[in-house]
């Protein structure tokens, strides 16, 4: 089955600078990648997601990268601000259908003001 | 904006006691999915379920757990027998058709003592 790895576990950034989060995984089967932004006692929310026919997809001061050739994919933050922080959880799956989610250990993004 | 809604949000339990966990998805989504994530840990794959069948189920979707549709707008997670294991958020989601994105729930927190 799928495994996908995530890092860093945790990231602390000054606010106003970048964020880069990290997530690797091992089925080429895979050709869908959201990324979840989850605060405190809420569900997981979708802030992006990229298919293996793209190579980068931006959103405003989000963007995710592709490189389906060596299995990785990371979100760039830029701008952080404080309501950045929180956990963000990169996942894969086959895409469409019924297909279930393979989700990553998660980051924990703080802000330093 | 339509929302996952889940019921209730934090239920404690007996081992050994059967619990029921409620969602209702989004009116027009086809595809509906539980997940459950074990405090501090990444989220994880239970079952999806479509045109009232489940579609894919993982590891963890033991015989203790089942899943309905009882009518046009709830969709339940059943587990019979808790085990403190199942201690767990447990997320409901749902999707419409044709599209790759999900919609999570703000989930029910389970206690089993």
């Known amino acids: 089955g ?7 576990s945790t990231l602390s950034v000054q606010e106003g600078d970048s964020a880069v989060i990290k997530c690797t995984y091992s089925d080429s089967a895979s050709n869908y990648f959201p990324w979840y932004k989850q605060e405190l006692g809420k569900g997981p929310q979708l ?3 990229i298919r293996s026919n793209v190579g980068e997809k931006k959103d405003q001061r989000i963007a995710v990268t592709l490189n ?7 979100l760039h933050i830029t701008e952080t601000q404080p309501e950045d922080s929180a956990v963000y959880f990169c996942a894969a799956s086959p895409g469409g259908g019924a297909d279930g989610l393979t989700f990553g250990k998660g980051t924990h993004l703080i802000i330093q003001p | 904006e339509p929302e996952v809604t889940q019921t209730p949000s934090h ?7 059967e619990v029921i966990l409620r969602c209702v998805p989004i009116s027009n989504h086809l595809y509906f999915y539980w997940y459950r994530q074990i405090l501090g840990q990444k989220v994880e794959f239970l079952v999806s379920f479509y045109n009232n069948e489940i579609s894919e ?3 963890i979707f033991d015989d203790q757990f089942s899943v309905e ?27 419409l058709d044709g599209v790759y994105g999900y919609t999570f729930g703000s989930g029910t927190r389970l206690t089993v003592v």
Request: hydrophobic share 30%; net charge positive; charged share 30%.
């Open chain 1, 68 to 74: 389906k050739t060596a299995k990785h994919f990371s």
């Open chain 1, 47 to 49: 802030i992006i997601d």
């Open chain 2, 11 to 17: 239920q404690v339990t007996q081992m050994g006691q």
């Open chain 1, 2 to 8: 799928e495994n996908v790895e995530q890092h860093p």
């Open chain 2, 57 to 59: 189920k993982s590891e």
């Open chain 2, 69 to 95: 549709r009882p009518d046009g707008s709830n969709f339940t997670l059943k587990i019979r027998s808790t085990k403190l294991e199942d201690s767990a958020m447990y997320f409901c989601a749902s999707k």
